[in-house]
């Protein structure tokens, strides 16, 4: 007999019935094939079961795992500090500290995928430059909630992985930022405001914004442990300057503008976006509720899952007042607005790829330039 202990193992108990012996074969006489195929089947079957018997990865307190790790207000549900991909892989299906970050970023991605794609197959993307801006735009909204959820997958393989992972999350945030500027000069600046040199400076300076944003942002993490409150100040600084240089004409048009090409339907989609986004700053420079609470936010409820529903909804606001603009406006702009070219596009994004990557290298290859007993000591 075989009895399963509580891993699933198959053990013997040592004990045989006296009529189970009746139908072994003599020495030399081969089992007939039936028999073959019902232990063939029964191998297969136990090697599938071991194959399925994958164990979700342990979690672990917040005293159990290296500073670097520790989030303010979150006491359990932390995964091993050296976990494999395959563990971060299998934590998508497991109620961690970070299930749910991942997930709300990563089912918007591919609903912006979705209307990305749609939008490409509806229009005639060769013959059509004035729908070009929009679909840059389009494709930077697919990159960044891909990057964060992959960020907050693969964070927790080591101490350096989890600082590079947040590197390249920051550098898709600032690409989906240069996006959101070449759709806003082409669409939604205001009519005073085309073809003046401050249109014509518009994306230059976002482009310059996203490269000092995405090395500031990266070196903020070399202050994490030492200077939380420099750190915390630094990344704030180093996503609200771009969101502010991006949304000048939005704020000008929406607060000192009236008239034609101000308030049209999008105008409220664009008010809209604005609130949300300013919601999603207070939730992630705030980190409440968890931090009134600690240990009640730890797996539903904190402030980075509720910072990523923000910033998502306001995604969403954006895209809606950007394609408005863009069906509203396309007779006038057409004929008053120097639209970009495909040079001037390609040339900004490649720019802020560029730099960007540059500075993910740079950083990437101090973190193993830095002893780790001197990048994660904690000041006194």
């Not at 290296?66 to 934590?91: D, K, N, W």
């Not at 494709?139 to 393989?157: D, E, I, K, Q, R």
């Not at 914004?209 to 630094?234: A, D, W």
């Not at 009236?258 to 609130?275: P, R, V």
Request: hydrophobic share 45%.
């Amino acid at each position: 007999m075989v009895r399963i202990n509580e891993m699933g193992q198959g053990t013997s108990t040592g004990l045989v019935q006296s009529g189970e012996a009746s139908w072994a074969p003599a020495a030399g006489q081969r089992h007939p094939g039936p028999c073959q195929n019902f232990e063939q089947v029964t191998e297969s079957s136990c090697h599938s079961l071991k194959m399925l018997s994958l164990k979700l990865p342990r979690l672990f307190r917040i005293d159990q795992v290296p500073q670097v790790f520790h989030e303010q207000g979150i006491l359990f549900g932390y995964r091993h500090p050296q976990s494999s991909a395959t563990a971060c892989v299998l934590s998508l299906f497991q109620m961690t500290n970070e299930t749910l970050n991942i997930w709300t970023h990563l089912l918007p991605f591919w609903f912006f995928t979705w209307r990305f794609v749609t939008a490409l197959y509806v229009t005639d993307i060769w013959n059509d430059s004035y729908s070009w801006p929009l679909f840059v735009y389009m494709g930077t909204s697919c990159v960044y909630p891909l990057a964060s959820s992959c960020a907050h997958t693969f964070n927790s393989m080591s101490e350096n992985a989890r600082h590079i992972c947040y590197f390249l999350d920051y550098g898709a945030v600032n690409l989906f930022s240069l996006g959101s500027a070449i759709a806003y000069s082409a669409y939604s600046i205001p009519n005073v405001m085309v073809n003046t040199t401050f249109h014509d400076y518009y994306v230059p300076l976002a482009v310059l914004n996203t490269i000092i944003s995405t090395g500031l942002s990266c070196y903020s993490r070399f202050l994490e442990i030492q200077k939380p409150g420099l750190c915390k100040m630094l990344r704030v600084l180093a996503f609200a300057y771009p969101y502010t240089w991006d949304s000048l004409p939005i704020f000008y048009r929406l607060f000192l503008l009236s008239g034609d090409g101000a308030q049209n339907e999008a105008a409220l989609y664009h008010q809209k976006h604005t609130a949300m986004t300013l919601l999603a700053s207070f939730f992630y420079s705030a980190h409440l509720p968890e931090r009134l609470a600690p240990g009640r936010f730890d797996y539903i409820g904190h402030s980075h899952q509720l910072f990523h529903v923000c910033v998502i909804l306001a995604t969403h606001l954006q895209m809606e007042a950007i394609v408005l603009d863009k069906t509203l406006r396309r007779e006038w702009l057409l004929a008053n607005s120097r639209p970009l070219s495909f040079p001037q596009i390609a040339g900004a994004v490649l720019l802020c790829l560029i730099f960007s990557l540059s500075n993910i290298i740079y950083f990437s290859a101090a973190l193993y330039r830095i002893p780790e007993p001197e990048l994660h000591k904690k000041e006194t």
